[in-house]
């Protein structure tokens, strides 16, 4: 107790507003993380397919003339993620792997290439 005593006594007004500054940039930095590449709006280069990716980990696929289908996702390892997909009552997983301006898609039975929109 004495030495927190003695180490406020010692702190000027110049430390403690260095060290109030020093506290917000490290917030502010971290506070400010950017969103993962994956968010946002893929579609499919070969059929009507859209994917979207949700800053909340959520997500959609969407066919045409199909219903919807929900997911969850989460990064893995950068730029890969793991989905999994509501689909007639099961859990489906999926990875997906971005590159560049491209999204891979894969699964048990092959894999679909996406492009991002802008």
Partial sequence: MKF???LIRSLTRQNVLQATIV???VALALGCSKKP???GTWENVNV????EFKPDNSGVIQGKNQPALAFVWR????HSYSLEVDFQGDKKGLKAVVQEET???K???GKETYRKRN
Avoid: A, G, R, Y
């Fill in 4 to 6: 927190l005593s003695s």
């Fill in 23 to 25: 506290i917000m940039l």
């Fill in 37 to 39: 590449d994956v968010v």
């Fill in 48 to 51: 009507q397919e859209l994917v």
């Fill in 75 to 78: 990064e893995t390892t950068p």
């Fill in 103 to 105: 999204l891979v898609l």
């Fill in 107 to 109: 699964s048990e039975s």
